[in-house]
């Protein structure tokens, strides 16, 4: 259970750059990546959920104009808020009930986020995606962003895939299971080959 830092960052670059000839090639010619974090807890969950399906800029005006409202969210201030309420910052009828259902759970005791840290991988996967609305890629992105496990992999996340065609140079959009296997090799170092996938989606 590897944890991204500037400490391990010099390590796991290494690895793969002596595994993958083309992530090699990414950090010659662009250097590493920046390794984007976000403390863990309810809103940075929150931010995830208002960000699926939707552009980075969108979802950061929604949070913006939610902050706006309520100041820093937190489970009790954002279930108080109605429908009409969240509506009216940008939460569709299906994030408000995402986003209610996460923050109950964390009321009711049903999920402990403090304690996610100590849990390994799969343990998080299972606690997070047990909710409505946390999928495999919401689980992924707290995984690597809020805790910062290193083997993190959000294989379907768009920019992950566009990266993967970039800098492996290939015709099409891979496949999920295309994407597994490529990513086989990255192991237990998939979330940092995730941010040189970002990386390369960017400069490439």
């Given amino acids: 259970m590897a944890i991204l830092s500037q400490d391990t960052l010099s390590e796991g670059l290494q690895f793969l750059s002596e595994q ?38 969108s979802a950061e005006s929604t949070y913006r104009r939610l902050c706006d409202a309520i100041g820093p969210p937190e489970p009790a201030n954002f279930l108080a808020l109605d429908d009409d309420a969240l509506r009216s910052v940008g939460f569709s ?14 009321v009711e005791g049903r999920l402990a986020l403090d304690l996610l840290a100590g849990k390994d991988d799969d343990a998080v996967r299972t606690a997070l995606t047990a909710l409505p609305g946390i999928g495999a890629w919401s689980a992924e992105i707290y995984l690597l962003f809020a805790l910062r496990r290193a083997d993190a992999w959000p294989a379907s996340d768009l920019g ?16 999920r299971q295309e994407m597994d296997a490529m990513a086989e090799p990255w192991r237990p170092w998939r979330g940092l080959a995730t941010f040189i996938l970002w990386h390369g989606y960017q400069m490439l």
């Fill in 20 to 57: 993958d000839a083309d992530l090699a090639r990414v950090l010659d010619q662009h250097g590493p990546p920046k390794l984007r974090q976000q403390p863990q807890g309810f809103p940075t969950i929150l931010k995830i959920i208002i960000g699926q399906q939707v552009s980075r800029s």
């Fill in 93 to 106: 009828r299906q994030k408000s009930r995402y986003g209610r259902e996460l923050a109950s759970a964390l």
């Fill in 160 to 175: 992950v895939i566009v990266g993967a065609q970039k800098v492996k140079n290939l015709d099409a959009r891979p496949t």
